[in-house]
């Protein structure tokens, strides 16, 4: 479903990210790890077509991001660490804007907010104000904002940052039921969150892959954070031979 081959970035002399490359399949839920500045949002931002790629492609349902762009974002929905809301308007009305932006019809917008007002929980407060919900609903309408047009696919990042023990419990569960037919691509730094729901892990790390492997392999004889930091130390272990090399 999701094809990310040799993707690299560059901000003038930074290579923010260097041939990423990995695979979802479809229905799966693919966990992407990584510190702070590893450069998981500039990729899941290239994915989603929000920037481009300095090298590598993308392919989305076998569409090109850079060859297909429309035919990619039909197929994506993105919800970023910071939901594009428009606080000021209601639930409703802001759904219904998300559905026209994202090129649906009068006759089906109606239905497309219905059902991610129901899919969301968001039926009882889609006369709110978005400004005025908690963080926990407002992430919803994040969530239903991107999947007002039914897409295949979800990137999500940071999804449950900021919220209290139950939004968190809440979140987790609805990207959960989200997934099956869908392919979604959760960035988090919480472990707990990917080990709960993920098939597959993906470690970033100073802008490259540690590690691609199923979550079950991964964990097999050791927890999650064991892992992960194991592949962390690796990756830098081999960065400073690296650099020694080539100095």
Sequence with gaps: MIEVRNLTKRYGDLL???DITFTANKGEILGFLGPNGAGK????????GFMPASTGTVKVAG????DDSYEVRKRIGYLPENPPLYTDMTVTSYLRFAGRIRGLSRA???DAVDRVLLKCGLADVNGRVVGHLSKGFRQRVGL?????HDPAVLVLDEPTIGLDPKQIIDIRGLIRELSGDRTVILSTHILPEVAQLCQKVVIINNGRIAVEAPLAELTRNA????VFLQYISQDEAASGIEVEATS
């Design 63 to 66: 569409f090109d991001i850079f």
């Design 108 to 110: 089906e917008i109606d």
């Design 41 to 48: 949002t500039t990729t899941m931002r290239i994915i989603t």
């Design 144 to 148: 239903a904002q991107a999947l007002i």
């Design 16 to 18: 923010a990210i260097r």
């Design 223 to 226: 927890p999650l954070e064991q």
